[in-house]
């Protein structure tokens, strides 16, 4: 009896000391933990926020500025409209939208701001932008629909051209990871001032060929979007063939080591937009032995007299007899509106005058995505057939 009482005693005293120390954690723990802080209220603000009548709601908190603006990049029925300010310091703007995807961003107090409320940004060389998707029928060829889709890589490479570092991005189309198959490659190009991640961000492209390959409208194929702006030094003018010795010398040849492409040019095309359509001019009619299949969207050559520099320096190929058996797809399209429209006029009458063949797409609208996601959606099921 006497040992089964302190027994007893031990586990009673042990049981009280736990439940001591574990009051004095709890009780230490409580008087070291910071204050919750209060939800403000930028904290709770949706921002866009779209309707099902198509109403969008963009708010910013901003109780210090006394103006602000919705900027866009390209039409936007919303673009420079001014936000109305509440008492709580939240400004508001609701506006009736289409369907389409938008590059817009707040001006406060001529200072060019990102929405921070939303998380999907179209960021290029020197800006950061929000992005705003409405959803509709103008915009479902390049939605995020419910189809297989393929996979995009952030690929560095050593570039041994330029002597630096380097960053594409490269689409392989549903599937490729356990077809085995070999597929033909599309080099698609960004304008200026715009990036790698710009046919992706603001072009969607990788959706447009989701889309396209699940309906059978595209072949499967992988498309490398290369960064097309090279480095240069501080006030010297960049070198004009540093992007084509970069995407000739590695670009190619990195992606034909490392992925399944199918060899040869008939299963390789360039395509690009503005400065990625002098690029393709410039780098395909140049090296039809690399590429068979060109597009050239909102683009020339550019400058009072760029086509009849391209023509001086590239007579020889011009004149080629045997360049319109060369080329088996030769697609232009720029809007009515569109700056450079003379510039693309002057390519066109530059290939007339060497009777060089050619489709002409003139459409609506200016210099802006909503043109190029169109259009490339109406190149790629040209292309590899």
Do not use: C
């Not at 508001?92 to 701001?113: C, N």
């Not at 077809?179 to 961000?201: E, F, I, K, T």
């Not at 359509?277 to 590429?291: A, C, V």
Request: charged share 20%; no cysteine; net charge positive.
């Amino acid at each position: 009896m006497r040992t089964t009482w302190r027994r007893t005693v031990t586990r009673q005293r042990a049981v009280a000391w736990t439940g001591l120390l574990s009051l004095t954690m709890a009780a230490t723990a409580t008087s070291q933990a910071p204050a919750a802080r209060p939800r403000r209220v930028q904290d709770t603000l949706t921002s866009p926020s779209i309707g099902a009548d198509g109403r969008v709601t963009f708010q910013l908190y901003a109780p210090k500025a006394t103006e602000v603006l919705l900027r866009s990049e390209g039409p936007a029925p919303f673009a420079n409209q001014p936000l109305t300010k509440a008492d709580s310091g939240v400004w508001k703007l609701t506006a009736q939208v289409p369907a389409d995807l938008y590059i817009y961003w707040y001006d406060v107090d001529g200072v060019a701001v990102a929405d921070p409320r939303n998380n999907r940004p179209r960021v290029n060389m020197t800006t950061v932008r929000s992005l705003l998707e409405v959803p509709g029928a103008a915009s479902e060829f390049f939605a995020e629909r419910a189809v297989p889709h393929g996979e995009v890589a952030a690929v560095h490479y050593q570039s041994q051209a330029l002597g630096v570092p380097r960053r594409m991005h490269v689409y392989t189309p549903p599937g490729y990871a356990t077809s085995g198959q070999r597929y033909p490659v599309l080099y698609l190009l960004h304008g200026a001032g715009d990036n790698d991640q710009s046919w992706l961000m603001a072009g969607r492209a990788n959706f447009i060929f989701d889309n396209l390959i699940a309906a059978g409208k595209a072949k499967p194929m992988i498309v490398v979007m290369p960064a097309g702006h090279t480095p240069t030094t501080p006030g010297a003018a960049p070198a004009p063939d540093a992007f084509a010795r970069d995407l000739l010398t590695d670009v190619v040849p990195y992606v034909e080591r490392n992925y399944r492409t199918l060899p040869g040019r008939e299963r390789r095309a360039i395509a690009g937009l503005s400065m990625g359509g002098q690029q393709t001019l410039n780098i395909g009619l140049t090296n039809l032995d690399k590429f068979s299949q060109l597009g050239v969207f909102s683009s020339g050559w550019f400058g009072q007299e760029g086509a009849a520099t391209f023509a001086k320096n590239n007579a020889a190929v011009l004149s080629d007899p045997k360049v319109n058996d060369r080329i088996r797809l030769f697609w232009f399209a720029t809007g009515k509106d569109d700056f450079v429209l003379p510039s693309t006029k002057a390519a066109l009458a530059l290939l007339d005058q060497h009777k060089i063949k050619y489709s002409y797409k003139e459409t609506e609208g200016g210099h802006t995505w909503p043109n190029w996601r169109a259009y490339l959606n109406e190149f790629a099921p040209l292309l590899f057939r």
